[in-house]
């Protein structure tokens, strides 16, 4: 995390924080719902559907890997993802957590 004091932090918040940081992206939104979508293993039609090039869709598939949302093979030019749904419920629950955590009812409460 940069140059942040992670100390600071609890490790839900550093976890939902690079979960939320690799979703910051459109690309990533749109594979992530194409896979959801396909309600099954994906296999090479991401190209197609999100219109970037191969390598880009690679790069995507990387990131959403590395944090454990999608899981999948890469073998020669065949790849095979899905979406990884323990870590998929597990960020669900703790972006509800933080999203029921507000008290706020007022819209004028500042």
Request: hydrophobic letters at 35%.
């Amino acid at each position: 995390m940069g140059l942040t004091k992670t100390e600071n932090y609890t490790e839900r918040q550093i976890e939902l924080a690079k979960m939320i940081k690799v979703l910051g992206h459109p690309a990533r939104i749109a594979i992530v719902e194409s896979i959801i979508k396909t309600d099954d293993c994906v296999c090479g039609d991401l190209v197609t559907e999100i219109g970037l090039a191969q390598s880009t869709i690679s790069q995507h598939l990387k990131e959403l890997k590395s944090i454990g949302l999608i899981q999948g093979t890469i073998e020669g030019t065949s790849m095979c993802y899905c979406i990884n749904q323990d870590n998929w419920n597990k960020l669900k629950d703790q972006l509800n957590e933080l999203f029921n955590s507000a008290n706020c009812t007022d819209s004028d409460c500042c």
